[in-house]
């Protein structure tokens, strides 16, 4: 299907526009090519229509199939139409690398400099300006905003994007920006449209939540896709998905592109260094492979080699996370391949353990990846799983809010001032055992205190002004009353990014050794601030990173990062202290922040047992303590592969897990 479009521009005015600067503002170039892609979209016949409505409704749902022109069009459409009335247009995205990646785009249609009109803020990284009229934002991010400015007096059009996905924040921003709406209305303030944006077609769900919303639908650009199933249940789904794709390689011409979805990045790695290494020694005579691997951590150069077209001759696969599912557009994809499973989050409000796991996709979600395959011409989509199982995958995928823990999301809305969570207007209820779950969790911290209401204590209020989980807030706020914040601020610092730790599988001794100087018995958390400290010594030296095996760019997020907390410490007042050598003091602030999450050796294994839930659980092989027995520690997060494993831990003595919260521990003093 070809859209009308409006003719190139007179070679005058293209003449004239070429001699501009590139970026001007108001003014900037745009290439005719990027003009002419835009005219082509699906959404571009639907223009006038979908302005027009958005001009007379309050809100609105606009359903569209991924590659339409959603994220990167709308907003645009509705500037240049001035429906914002000159303010700012609030886009969210459930993941930061769509949010960067999609204003990226954006800005060049725009032909203004990223920051300038069109911007983008994620966690820890602001790129917005007083010019900024366009902003991609991550739906955490304008859930915080909505901490300080609860009507959200600043856009006066917020787009809930991806809302299919129903992350758990986008799933509270329904009811805040519900919220907000209404009362702006009532108190004469500047009304306050919602745009909520999907690419599946659960509509009847989101339009009764929002008071019987309208709901636009796009006309999408969908060819057929021949889905082969799996004769027989698969046991190892990235070894099928390799022998796929090699099927598929030999057999079919060149530049038909193929992507293929796991689950994870350390899977996607190896799942990558594996199809390069049958490449390489391949003896017959294959079209070559361009291999790029995609999933939400990569640092944003090489994710953007996955949208270079692939060169004649050559065939690209796209190893990616479910990423690719409906948040990012890749052209050029022929062939899918389907896994079937994915990385999720599952909480268990009765052990509240929390956990990342591989569990299966839902048939919606199935049916997104296939879609992936048919968006320019007919494509084929291998499942690796037979169809009786696909007859078994639910319809709808469980909204993240009814499978996460809430203790932060908690922690949130009562900053926000709503106090009666369990009737808070979700569109979709958490448990009422969760809501309970994470009261206890946040009680346990001293955030709140229940009286006839829950409420947020000084310490609470003091947790919720740092973009954290609430351990790890918690864990600042206790390192300020023992005098090492500036140790606890590094060790938290890294912990909120992608590993600074390299270990590239060929040289995987030499990195090993490398390491070594850095190790600590103590403990993962003191091995990152010995490496910090050595960082810091050389001035954050590209050689020492290189010989030591660390990742440069990663320990410069993690300086930025602790730039930003201790910017919030500072407007707290926070005194800037140090311990120096004593890490037992950090060690014991870890143990009084994280005593959740703390683990005891059972006697004559090499197991442990978590304190909170008594589940066995093992030290995960990437820890420096994996070859040790200490007999508590306290760990990071937990993972669920072939067995339960810790990964971060910290060595801790059991009296200070019992200091920390002798009411939570008096059924069982640890170490009794
Ligand atoms: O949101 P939706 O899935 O409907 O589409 P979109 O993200 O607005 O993408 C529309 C088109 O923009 C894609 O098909 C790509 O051709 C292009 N695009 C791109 O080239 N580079 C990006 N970073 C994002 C989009
Ligand atoms: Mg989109």
């Known amino acids: ?81 001035n429906v914002n009335k000159n303010a700012i247009i609030a886009i969210t995205q459930p993941r930061r690398v769509a949010a960067i990646t999609i204003s990226q785009r954006v800005a060049e249609e725009q032909g203004t400099e990223l920051g300038q009109r069109v911007g983008y803020c994620v966690r820890f990284e602001d790129v917005t300006s007083e010019n900024t009229k366009i902003k991609y934002m991550t739906d955490g991010m304008l859930l915080r905003e909505a901490i300080l400015d609860p009507l959200m007096k600043r856009y006066s059009i917020v787009i809930l994007d991806e809302a299919h996905e129903r992350t758990i924040h986008t799933d509270v921003l329904f009811g805040v920006v519900k919220q907000a709406q209404a009362r702006r209305k009532s108190r004469g303030i500047r009304p306050l449209k919602i745009l909520v944006m999907s690419a599946t077609m659960d509509v009847d769900h989101f339009s009764a939540y929002f008071n019987a919303a309208p709901v636009l639908y796009l006309e999408g650009r969908q060819y057929p896709v021949q889905v082969y199933y799996a004769p027989e249940p698969q046991s190892d789904y990235t070894f099928s998905s390799i022998v796929t794709l090699f099927q598929i390689h030999r057999v079919e011409p060149p530049n038909k592109d193929i992507l293929m979805f796991l689950t994870g990045q350390e899977e996607i790695e190896s799942a990558v260094r594996t199809i390069r290494d049958i490449t390489r020694s391949a003896e017959e005579n294959m079209a070559p492979l361009i291999v790029c691997p995609l999933y939400a951590a990569l640092p944003s150069y090489a994710q953007l080699k996955v949208f270079k077209p692939t060169p004649r001759g050559c065939r690209k696969v796209i190893v990616a996370t479910n990423i690719a599912e409906t948040s990012v557009t890749i052209q050029g994809i022929k062939f899918v391949i389907d896994s079937g499973v994915v990385k999720a989050k599952v909480f268990n409000p009765n052990s509240g353990l929390d956990l990342l796991k591989v569990v299966k996709v839902s048939k919606a979600q199935a049916l997104q990846r296939t879609g992936r395959a048919g968006r320019e011409s007919a494509g084929s989509c291998y499942r690796l799983y037979t169809e009786q199982e696909f007859e078994h995958f639910s319809d709808n995928t469980v909204p993240e809010i009814q499978r996460c823990n809430l203790s932060s999301v908690v922690l949130q809305l009562l900053a926000l001032g709503i106090s009666d969570i369990i009737n808070f207007d979700f569109m979709d209820k958490p448990s009422t055992e969760s809501i309970i779950a994470a009261v206890h969790q946040l009680h346990n911290l001293g955030a709140v205190v229940k009286e006839i209401s829950i409420k947020l204590t000084p ?58 100087k850095f190790v600590s018995s103590e403990g993962d958390h003191i091995m990152l601030l010995n490496i910090y400290k050595g960082y810091k010594a050389v001035k954050g030296s590209k050689e020492w990173c290189m010989e030591n095996f660390i990742n440069q760019r990663n320990m410069k997020t993690a300086t930025e990062v602790r730039k930003q907390l201790y910017d919030i410490c500072e407007r707290m007042e926070f005194p800037r202290k140090s311990c120096g050598n004593d890490t037992a003091t950090i060690r014991k602030c870890l143990a009084h922040g994280f005593f959740m999450n703390a683990a005891e050796l059972q006697k004559d294994s090499s197991e442990y047992t978590s304190l909170s839930s008594r589940k066995t659980v093992s030290i995960h092989p990437s820890s420096v303590l994996f070859r040790c027995k200490p007999a508590y520690v306290i760990y990071n997060e937990l993972i669920q592969t072939t067995k339960c494993y810790m990964r971060d831990l910290c060595v801790v003595d059991p009296d200070w897990l019992y200091e920390a919260a002798p009411i939570y521990f008096k059924r069982k003093k640890p170490g009794t």
């Open 459 to 516: 310490v609470g209020r003091q947790m919720a002004a740092f973009p954290l989980e609430p351990r790890l807030s918690k864990t600042l706020l206790i390192a300020k009353e023992n005098n090492c914040l500036e140790e606890i601020l590094t060790i938290v610092s890294l912990l909120s990014v992608d590993s600074v730790l390299v270990t590239p599988q060929s040289k995987r001794e030499e990195a090993l050794a490398a390491r070594q």
């Open 1 to 81: 299907m070809r859209m009308p479009d409006d003719g190139p521009p007179s070679k005058k005015f293209r003449y004239t526009v070429q001699h501009r600067s590139t970026y001007d503002g108001n003014n900037g170039y745009v290439p005719e090519k990027l003009q002419q892609e835009r005219r082509n979209l699906p959404i571009y016949p639907a223009k006038g229509k979908i302005i027009n409505q958005i001009q007379r409704l309050d809100t609105a749902i606009l359903i569209g199939e991924t590659g339409s022109g959603k994220t990167t069009q709308i907003p645009q459409y509705l500037l240049e139409a």
